[in-house]
């Protein structure tokens, strides 16, 4: 036994020990980050109670059942107030308490980051307080809302405000928004002298898309500057702009921004979420997608319909498959408060990421299907800078989800790095982009020569390509009524082009009226090419699919492709179930996502039951599985030899699974 009096000192040290300032837990680079909550309130001149109701034990509460990587609070919105007591100012006349204070006092605590979210090139008490800050129209009057890009707004005022809230509270970073998707043409005087010709004031006038690139180039200007700017006074500083490089800016990554993340919203986002999951997988940067934790459809009269947290689960497995980080976006009251119930939604929906956190992290695409995204054709038929694009986005996410209902595993692949990578993808597919270029069309037909697989849909492309594939354009191409042979008989009107098959195969047919007995034009044409293949859809099937998601439509794909495309793994599942192939190591996961019942209307806002399917069937057709589990939950899979390869049943699906095979 130790003397009395060294029994005391211990005790004196250990005292001294504990009552020391503890190190607070190290917080995550964004680029490691998996789980995070947005929220945002737009400050404004009417605001009375800001932050009222935030607390150290609310914050403290939330925090702790939620547990996120982390939280972006709001810090400035498009009214253009700020929500923190500033020097820099201005700050919104209602603060009460200061937010940001007690949530990076909350976040520090626990090692969880803490960003802002803080509008950009939209502020509208700037460009109030400072009209010759302001965009100028075409007509020559200032915009309301948006500051302009060439004048003092950044160094005047955004980057001091940024520099301001980054040190007084520690930040880990800040999203930008209101920007990419949110600038438009700038006729101010140093715009108009800067471009060196007639600014053109509407499409179709001289020098029109010149314009438009011009302007293009001015924005990546203006947000290279506050981010090297921010970076040079504050070099851990991570920033975003929102939706910068998804796409709605499906460029080439360019600009040291820290991090890509954009907020998808509306009917039917899962399907959204699908084609921008892809595309940001691509971009070789870190990236997330923030879900809306409640509906807001133009449809709905009645305002915010709060989602359910399977629902929110079932719009995280689009995101999380692909490897991505996933967040979700509250409006908190406008004092600051939380409803109980929305933070156990959050808390569950972040037990149910974190289940999945193991096999869905740091994973990379195994090549199966890759559809192009054209950046060319959106830029020269877009007339405007930047997305949100609307109805051109429909022959891609269209193409995506024909193909995700066929149980293949699909990547979406921007025309900048088609080159580079379109040799690792057994199948290719072009969608109905009505202006994708020579380059890119160059490109697919060198992948076909050297024994690719290519399916080229749309009227324009069939028309460009003409000649090359062993058939005849027959006039322009043009909106017609076309019935197609699958299933219910499919509708496919949109535009098509007349074709001459001469030495191409034709494989389908489309008819000009609901009779398919006579008068039949070619729907679908093979051609052999080099060593390779190519199939031409001469009308707009990506387009008619993504406004009808047509079983029949997705019929006449799936049986143009099936005989040209052998999957890795095939699963046998019903259409609802999206199949997502990747790698960590030498693990292959197989993600099954059940998107049964998603929502997409809204007049039917909520989904709060998602019915599980099964069985699932996996067909392996290499040799058989060293050690395979299903996850979350690390249940054993059995394989059977079969005549095909190996199969495995999975019994039942709820919401999100993946199948870990190691061979």
């Known amino acids: 036994m130790l003397p009395p009096d060294l029994n005391r000192r211990q005790f004196a040290a250990s005292l001294a020990a504990a009552l020391q300032p503890q190190p607070a837990p190290r917080r995550l680079r964004r680029a490691e980050c998996f789980f995070g909550l947005h929220f945002d309130l737009h400050p404004n001149e009417k605001d009375t109670a800001l932050g009222r109701d935030v607390t150290p034990e609310a914050v403290g509460r939330l925090l702790d059942r939620v547990r996120p990587d982390f939280v972006q609070y709001d810090a400035k919105g498009h009214p253009g107030w700020l929500g923190w007591p500033s020097d820099v100012g201005p700050s919104a006349p209602g603060i009460v308490r200061d937010s940001l204070a007690v949530w990076r006092a909350e976040t520090e605590r626990r090692g969880i980051a803490l960003f802002i979210h803080f509008s950009g090139v939209w502020d509208g008490e700037a460009v109030r307080r400072h009209p010759e800050w302001a965009r100028i129209r075409p007509d020559g009057r200032p915009d309301d809302r948006n500051t302009s890009t060439f004048g003092p707004y950044a160094d005047r005022l955004m980057i001091p405000q940024l520099r301001e809230a980054a040190t007084k509270y520690r930040l880990d970073g800040a999203w930008i928004d209101g920007e990419c998707w949110a600038v438009q043409p700038d006729y101010c005087e140093a715009a108009l002298r800067a471009f060196g010709r007639p600014a053109p004031r509407k499409p179709g006038e001289p020098y029109w898309l010149e314009w438009l690139e011009f302007q293009r180039g001015q924005f990546r200007r203006y947000v290279r500057h506050y981010v090297e700017e921010l970076h040079r006074s504050h070099p851990d500083f991570q920033i975003a702009s929102n939706w910068l490089y998804s796409t709605m800016v499906p460029e080439e990554p360019s600009l040291p921004v820290d991090f890509l993340s954009g907020d998808y919203l509306g009917n039917a986002s899962i399907s959204t979420a699908r084609l921008e999951a892809r595309y940001l997988a691509q971009t070789g940067r870190p990236w997330d997608l923030m879900a809306w934790g409640f509906q807001q459809a133009e449809s709905n009269t009645v305002g915010h319909i709060f989602k359910p947290a399977v629902q929110l689960m079932q719009e995280a497995g689009v995101v999380l498959a692909q490897s991505g980080g996933f967040q979700i976006y509250y409006h908190p009251a406008r004092t600051g408060h939380f409803e109980d119930a929305h933070i156990e939604i959050m808390a569950a929906v972040a037990r149910h990421c974190r289940s999945l956190q193991p096999v869905s992290q740091g994973t990379e695409t195994v090549p199966q299907i890759g559809v192009v995204f054209s950046k060319e054709s959106l830029y020269r038929t877009g007339n405007r800078l930047f997305g ?52 890119c069309l160059e490109t697919l037909l060198e992948y076909a020569r050297n024994g690719g697989r290519l399916l080229v849909c749309g009227a324009h492309n069939a028309q460009s390509l003409a000649g090359r594939l062993g058939f005849r354009a027959l006039g322009e191409p043009a909106r017609q009524t076309a019935w197609l042979r699958h299933g219910a008989i499919a509708n496919a009107t949109g535009v098509w082009l007349d074709v001459e098959p001469d030495g191409a195969e034709v494989l389908d047919w489309r008819y000009p009226e609901l009779n398919t007995t006579r008068e039949g034009r070619p729907a679908a044409l093979g051609a052999k090419f080099g060593r390779g293949h190519v199939l031409v859809v001469p009308g707009a099937i990506g387009a008619v699919y993504a406004a009808t998601h047509a079983a029949s439509v997705r019929g006449f794909g799936r049986a143009l492709i099936a005989p040209h495309f052998r999957p890795l793994v095939q699963v046998d599942a019903p259409p609802t179930v999206e199949v997502v192939l990747r790698r960590k190591g030498q ?70 699974a993946a199948a870990v095979v190691v061979t």
């Open 388 to 439: 949100g694009w609307g109805k051109l986005l429909d022959p891609a996410r269209g193409w995506v989800d024909l193909l995700v209902a066929c149980q293949w595993s699909v990547d979406v692949l921007p025309d900048w790095k088609l080159g580079r990578i379109a040799a690792r993808y057994p199948f290719l597919v072009l969608p109905d982009w009505e202006a994708p270029g020579s380059e």
């Open 587 to 656: 693990a292959l996961r197989i993600h099954l996502v059940n998107t049964t019942a998603m929502q997409v209307a809204g007049d039917w806002a909520t989904v709060d039951f998602v019915p599980p399917v099964g069985p699932v069937r996996l067909l392996w057709r290499g040799t058989k599985p060293k050690d395979s589990r299903l996850e979350p939950g690390g249940s054993p899979l059995t394989w059977r030899r079969t005549a095909e390869g190996f199969t495995a049943l999975i019994p039942r699906l709820d919401v999100h």
